[in-house]
């Protein structure tokens, strides 16, 4: 596949993450990895420092289903939406079988009847895996910004 066309099938990858989340769309959200997956969220300066210490880490497609069946049937929490902004993706390396990318993020919350706020921002740092002539998360890292989160994180960033 050539750059461009590369370029363009990740932005829309992400586009479908960012959709699938934003609209509660758990079915599609997981339809995006494939099941040898990985999926976290993880400090900046963790990632930075190479310490594997995560907010949140899902080592399976398994545990994405389990993570969404606690989204929808377990967790009590504030109702609130989801916005997610994402760049353009910086690609690090391809061939293939995979293609190693950056992209930057970042999620606003609305809770109902009150105003917008930046909940998280960061970079996704992503293995993709090409599954069938589609573009598939192998790896997912969500690395954020600031020390501090908010006092928890719900949906997937």
């Avoid at 289903?65 to 109702?79: A, S």
């Avoid at 902004?85 to 606003?108: D, G, H, K, W």
């Avoid at 090409?130 to 908010?150: A, G, H, T, W, Y």
Wanted: proline share 3%; glycine share 2%.
């Amino acid at each position: 596949m050539d750059s461009t066309n590369l370029l363009s099938t990740i932005i829309q990858l992400n586009a479908q993450y960012a959709s699938a989340i934003d609209h509660s769309n758990w079915e599609a959200w997981m339809d995006l990895f494939v099941e040898e997956c990985t999926y976290k969220i993880q400090p900046r300066e963790n990632f930075d420092r190479q310490m594997p210490l995560c907010t949140l880490a899902l080592l399976s497609k398994g545990m994405l289903k389990d993570r969404v069946y606690g989204i929808t049937n377990t967790l009590y929490h504030d109702p609130y939406y989801q916005r997610h902004i994402i760049s353009l993706p910086m690609i690090t390396e391809s061939n293939e079988q995979r293609v190693l990318c950056e992209t930057n993020y970042a999620v606003f919350r609305t809770k109902f009847n009150q105003t917008s706020e930046v909940m998280n921002v960061g970079r996704y740092v992503d293995e993709l895996e090409f599954v069938n002539n589609q573009l598939k998360i192998k790896s997912r890292n969500c690395v954020f910004d600031s020390e501090m989160i908010s006092n928890s994180i719900i949906y997937p960033i």
